[in-house]
């Protein structure tokens, strides 16, 4: 059953005496002091990108604190840095039932090509929990609808080796449920900030450089040029475990 539900804007627009943090920062903050509140003594990080959540987690004290990324050239550069890293991928762990306390996805699920099944996989290894951040759009706000419409145009572009489906909280929740008798507590989070219009045109312009044959897809991308200040926001995010 859901568990718990809340929501939670937080308004970017009050000044503040300090460099603010990009909002992916404090949605990574919230998910690093979820794992201190559960206290596990291990981790599996699946995905775990340039290792910086396994090191950090490691130096903390969580006891054994191990990776997974897909490609052996990742691998080789996170084990020559000194971190646990396995090959595998998501929907095939290479670990016994009930290996670690705690299984992360840090904005991992959105690139799995099978979300259930990357779910199940967490579920059978992890003995207490599984903990998950994804991006989230709010889609209330106006400039929130076009970031997430933006995501999905250059998701249909393609050029990326992952795949790339964004999930509802609806979604996200029911593949939770799905594995069973679990409890599900979710927290959706938003920093409403501006995109910079070099950030915008920095994803865009790639894109645009390819053959149009009369591509819609290349038509559209252009149309968030014309729409980046001040009219698209970054993204929110949803923590569920």
């Known amino acids: 059953m859901l568990a718990t539900r809340s929501f939670c804007t937080l308004d970017a627009g009050i000044p503040v005496r300090v460099p603010a943090l990009p909002p992916l920062e404090l949605y990574k903050a919230s998910l690093r002091r979820q794992v ?56 095939a762990l290479p670990f016994d039932t009930g290996s670690y306390d705690l299984v992360i996805f840090e904005h991992v699920i959105c690139h799995v090509r099978d979300a259930a099944v990357a779910l199940r996989e967490a579920a059978r290894v992890a003995r207490r929990a599984v903990l998950v951040l994804d991006p989230w759009y709010d889609i209330g706000v106006a400039s929130q609808r076009t970031a997430r419409d933006l995501h999905a145009c250059l998701a249909a572009a393609g050029g990326s080796t992952l795949p790339w489906t964004l999930r509802s909280t609806a979604q996200l929740a029911a593949l ?66």
């Open 36 to 91: 201190h509140a559960l206290g596990p003594q291990s981790v599996l990080d699946v995905g775990c990108g340039d290792g910086s959540l396994l090191l950090e987690l490691a130096f903390s004290g969580f006891g054994p604190c191990t990776g997974v990324e897909l490609f052996e050239s990742d691998v080789a550069l996170l084990r020559a840095n000194g971190l646990d890293v396995v090959q595998g991928q998501a929907e």
């Open 176 to 241: 939770f449920l799905e594995q069973g008798d679990l409890e599900v507590d979710y927290s959706q989070q938003l920093v409403l900030r501006d995109m910079p219009v070099s950030r915008v045109e920095a994803l865009v312009e790639p894109h645009l450089g390819r053959p149009n044959n009369g591509d819609p897809i290349q038509a559209r991308l252009r149309s968030f040029l014309t729409r980046a200040e001040g009219g698209i926001s970054e993204e929110g995010a949803i923590l569920l475990t």
